[in-house]
């Protein structure tokens, strides 16, 4: 119909209509720029976030978390890390419509919105210790997510390869053991050994429930993409 109408071929009318779908896909360089632009983020605020919490008794003894709550100081360095995490993850929420589209977009948003609630809430209700493991245990999977897209992106796909196959094992080893099975247990278990439950507890950990439930479905996109390059 189209090709009777146009007076071109059925050929002509197929090669137009690829090179119209081609011109909506993002092109490499900016897929390229986007990954960097994370890649430095996330590893700037890893090595920034273990330089506030390593010195810390309660990095070592999560007990340590809840002693003297609420009434506990919080220091300049914390203060920083909260703004920085927080005013990164607002951004991130309002450039995904201008970023590269991915399957998972409606998990991307459900993800960023889940943070800064938690962020902000854990700022007001002084969580701030738990807040800072939290965040430092997110930020020390994710650079390495974003160095395998830009080696992908550049050409190099046995390094991408290795590279993603190591972003999956610490992904799996922080997001599916170390936060529920340690930091959950930190904020679920401990608390209720010094005061009873109110309302910002049942919040905080249902938040917390969201983002282990993403990461349970993103660890079973990460495992099938690991398994085809092992």
């Not at 090595?47 to 220091?75: C, H, N, T």
């Not at 203060?79 to 927080?86: A, H, N, Q, V």
């Not at 340690?182 to 983002?211: E, K, S």
Request: aromatic residues 20%; proline residues 3%; positive net charge.
């Amino acid at each position: 119909m189209l090709s009777k109408k146009s007076g071109c071929t059925v050929r002509q009318v197929e090669r137009w209509f690829r090179r119209r779908r081609n011109q909506d896909r993002p092109s490499t360089l900016k897929k390229f720029r986007e990954a960097s632009w994370r890649f430095t983020f996330y590893l700037i605020a890893f090595i920034a976030g273990m330089a506030v919490i390593v010195d810390k008794p309660w990095f070592y003894d999560l007990r340590e978390v809840w002693k003297g709550y609420p009434i506990q100081s919080m220091l300049p360095s914390q203060y920083w890390y909260y703004m920085i995490e927080l005013s990164f993850y607002w951004s991130l929420l309002f450039s995904i419509a201008s970023d590269v589209k991915r399957k998972d977009f409606k998990e991307q948003i459900i993800h960023h919105v889940a943070t800064i609630i938690l962020i902000s809430f854990s700022w007001f209700a002084n969580y701030i210790r738990a807040g800072t493991l939290i965040m430092a245990l997110h930020d020390s999977s994710d650079y390495l997510l974003e160095s395998a897209k830009m080696f992908n992106y550049a050409g190099w796909r046995n390094t991408c390869n290795n590279i993603f196959i190591v972003f999956a094992a610490v992904f799996i080893v922080t997001r599916l053991v170390i936060l529920p099975f340690w930091i959950m247990h930190c904020t679920v278990v401990y608390p209720l050994d010094l005061y009873p439950a109110f309302f910002g507890y049942y919040f905080f950990n249902f938040m917390m429930a969201v983002l282990q439930s993403l990461h349970v479905f993103w660890a079973y996109l990460i495992i099938r993409m690991a398994q085809k390059f092992i």
